[in-house]
């Protein structure tokens, strides 16, 4: 029970990776708010693991300072802070719009810059806490992908300043890069590509050195450790979680 007593705040939890780790959190004795920009996905998560749900879009200020609020109120305080919140806009660069940029860019990066904000003042308060923001392979570059690409870029250099802004309060900060892993994101990346999702899952396969691709899971079980007090002395690092070198 690693997180017995605290309190985790996950954007972007009612699927996918953020969901595995709201129920990895919580299974090792946190409690948690589940938050998404819908409220069901959210709830669905949050039932089983007696946790909260909120409904919030991350991109607005009113929103996540309210969702902080709320999660303070209701469990007491808040110790960790896990930003999975993201979408997608894939296109190349000449069909990419201003639309698709700003959705991308504004989620990921203004999004994490909100939540880091509103959530830093308690854990500076307390003299304790850990972020860790969920960036990607597609950081180091990715064909059609030119928006995600420099957000997810974005985080891990956010994550590295936040770490010496907060370090001297006992906040550790980190960021998590997935390679391939099979969500609802990944299965999209194959429709807009036209493949068969299973073929597209085999072909990532063959790229990776242990020969599977990565479950949410995978990713959640890294998260959780930089969340836990046996990462104490880990901040400010990028750590690629792809099944491979």
Not at 144 to 163: E, I, P
Not at 214 to 224: F, K, L, T
């Amino acid at each position: 029970m690693r997180f017995q007593g605290k309190v985790a705040l996950v954007t972007g939890g009612g699927r996918g990776i953020g969901a595995a780790t709201a129920r990895l959190l919580a299974a090792d004795g946190a409690k948690v708010a589940v938050s998404d920009m819908d409220a069901a996905p959210a709830a669905d998560v949050a039932g089983p693991i007696h946790g909260i749900a909120i409904a919030c879009d991350v991109t607005d200020r009113g929103q996540v300072e309210a969702m902080v609020e709320r999660t303070v109120k209701e469990l007491g305080r808040l110790d960790i802070l896990v930003a999975c919140a993201g979408i997608t806009r894939d296109n190349l660069l000449y069909k990419m719009t201003d639309e698709d940029w700003d959705a991308v860019i504004d989620t990921h990066l203004k999004g994490t810059f909100l939540c880091a904000r509103a959530v830093q003042k308690h854990m500076v308060e307390q003299k304790y806490g850990k972020m860790v923001f969920l960036s990607s392979t597609s950081a180091l570059g990715n064909r059609g992908q030119a928006n995600y690409s420099a957000a997810k870029a974005g985080l891990q250099g956010m994550a590295r300043t936040l770490a010496i802004e907060l370090g001297p309060f006992n906040i550790n900060v980190n960021s998590v890069a997935p390679g391939f892993v099979e969500t609802r994101m990944t299965r999209a990346t194959a429709e807009r590509l036209g493949m068969d999702f299973e073929a597209f899952k085999i072909g990532a396969a063959s790229q990776i050195a242990l020969r599977r691709v990565g479950q949410p899971e995978d990713i959640a079980s890294v998260i959780a450790f930089l969340c836990s007090d046996e990462a104490g002395f880990v901040s400010g690092q990028t750590i690629y979680v792809r099944g491979g070198p």
